[in-house]
DNA sequence: TGACGTGTGTTACAAATGTAACATATACGT
DNA sequence: ACGTATATGTTACATTTGTAACACACGTCA
């Protein structure tokens, strides 16, 4: 499981909150956040379905793109490793602390709480 | 203040805990854990000192490398990086929940608190 | 039907990072 | 003085990521 880089990020937090969208509409909001030409929004996309972090389809005759992990998991992978390499800290986490963060919704977070702490060997 | 790779912070550790050390010292420490040839530590130690992230200096007649900058210092700008960009929280971090990493001392953790929650415009 | 906008495939180049060899200088022991 | 180990300088090449242009196909409108 690949982890995104922070750009990679920003575009997954677009689509997690809406999805699929087409590469015009992802940069129509990623453009101004990351200071993208499209070119560089769809070169981005690209290597992202290629490492499949996205998944390609085709609505109305248009390639649309859709995360493929959900927003808990991927953020459960990305903070483990944070923690991990960063403070060291390999067992359970303390996510309750985070839970403020606007980023996930307390269903999300509960679902976070369980990739983080529980049992650890899926995917 | 560029932010330190995961091969670097890895370095830094050592460094850390017992500065300056030369190429070789650090190899003896760092190679086992990143199975890395002594080339290898040492075009990153090369690296790091361009980038200012650690200090050369010359101790019987060996270079020795020394962090530039503290611990503290250095994982709270990695910390805030990350919360930031990946939970935006952008205020305040509840530190208090990392505490029982081993990565730092109670002073240090003092010192991390006050660089990430206080005034933020130093250095 | 021909120009134009939009979608898509392909290619390009630079910087950062991972990973390492080669070559040279220098000190230390014999 | 000579060989050998260690230190240091220099160079090399691949991968990932950032950043983007070029070229072509297709549908729509005049």
């Known amino acids: 499981m690949t982890q995104p880089s922070k750009s990679e990020l920003t ?3 677009v689509l997690w909150a809406e ?3 087409s590469a015009r509409e992802i940069q129509e909001k990623v ?3 990351l200071d993208w030409s499209f070119s ?3 070169t981005t996309l690209s290597r ?4 499949s972090l996205l998944q390609l389809d085709t ?3 248009v390639r649309v793109y859709t995360p493929v992990e959900s927003k808990a998991r991927t953020l459960s992978g990305v903070m483990r490793e944070f923690f991990d390499t960063v403070l060291e800290m390999k067992g359970p986490l303390p996510t309750a602390a985070f ?4 980023m996930l919704s307390e269903e999300e977070w509960a679902e976070l709480d369980r990739l ?4 650890h060997d899926d995917d």
């Open 11 to 13: 575009i997954l937090k």
């Open 19 to 21: 999805a699929p969208l």
């Open 31 to 33: 453009g101004p956040l």
């Open 40 to 42: 560089t929004t769809r």
């Open 48 to 51: 992202m379905a290629e490492k």
């Open 59 to 61: 609505r109305h005759r």
């Open 99 to 102: 839970h403020d963060s606007k």
């Open 116 to 119: 983080l702490n529980e049992s």
